[in-house]
């Protein structure tokens, strides 16, 4: 059976510094997505990871794969506080994704 | 372009009654799927349909019954809806991954339902 872990599940960052996002995934997967998800709203897509090694970088986010350690990381470059938010990570198993509990992101000034 | 739309967006429901979600997607995809969300737990797949045609229990099936009713459509129903369904769902569809197609979930809105 597939299981997602992320940690942390909650950080609390500080405007202008760098933190990362931990996702780590218990059997084998090439596929794995990060998502955004802001209070009371539906989810969005940020990333799409399909092979090993890739990175992707949008903004001051950048998401990577390594699925030989089973392992995305996704780092935060000088948090802003439009970066507030809960991320999941969802990894493919057979065209379904299986979710993390999520990391729920809070900037402070 | 409205994506994967969801209704109803808020219901409220008494122990046993029952209700059905709707949910259609207008990008042609294939695949379609009910999730329901919980805090602390991320989403978790209750069913799924891969194809017009098709459906499957997903991790959380108990309790739920589905019908893709085309390849647009795909309902969730609660027969006699418990408190323990409280929560929120949300449908989402894809097109499978290959072929230039990423396999990544579109989402409705969410359905927000509480049972009393």
């Known amino acids: 059976e597939l299981k997602v872990e992320q940690n942390p599940l909650f950080l609390s960052m500080q405007e202008g510094k760098n933190y990362t996002i931990y996702c780590n995934y218990s059997?084998?997967?090439?596929?794995l997505y990060w998502y955004r998800q802001d209070p009371g709203k539906s989810l969005e897509s940020l990333f799409v990871?399909?092979?090993?090694?890739a990175v992707k970088q949008e903004g001051r986010l950048m998401a990577s794969l390594d699925t030989k350690a089973r392992l995305s990381t996704l780092h935060i470059t000088a948090a802003v506080h439009d970066l507030s938010a809960t991320y999941f990570c969802?990894?493919?198993?057979?065209?379904?994704?299986?979710f993390g509990a999520g990391t729920i992101l809070r900037v402070k000034s | 372009n409205a994506g994967v739309t969801q209704t109803p967006k808020f219901q409220v429901l008494k122990t046993g009654q029952s209700m059905t979600l709707q949910c259609a997607q207008d990008?042609?995809?294939?695949?379609m799927y009910w999730y329901r969300q919980d805090p602390g737990m991320g989403l978790r797949l209750i069913y799924y349909?891969?194809?017009?045609?098709?459906?499957d229990k997903g991790e959380v099936p108990n309790g739920y019954n589905v019908s893709r009713l085309n390849k647009r459509e795909f309902s969730l129903r609660l027969e006699s809806a418990a408190p323990s369904q409280t929560s929120v769902y949300f449908c989402?569809?894809?097109?499978?991954?290959?072929?230039?197609?990423?396999?990544?979930?579109?989402f409705g809105e969410g359905s927000r339902l509480t049972v009393l």
């Open positions: 989402a569809s894809s097109a499978l991954a290959g072929g230039g197609y990423t396999g990544e979930l579109f």
């Open positions: 990871l399909l092979s090993n090694g």
């Open positions: 969802a990894v493919d198993k057979g065209n379904k994704l299986v």
């Open positions: 990008m042609n995809h294939n695949s």
């Open positions: 059997t084998t997967s090439d596929r």
């Open positions: 349909s891969a194809s017009e045609g098709t459906t």
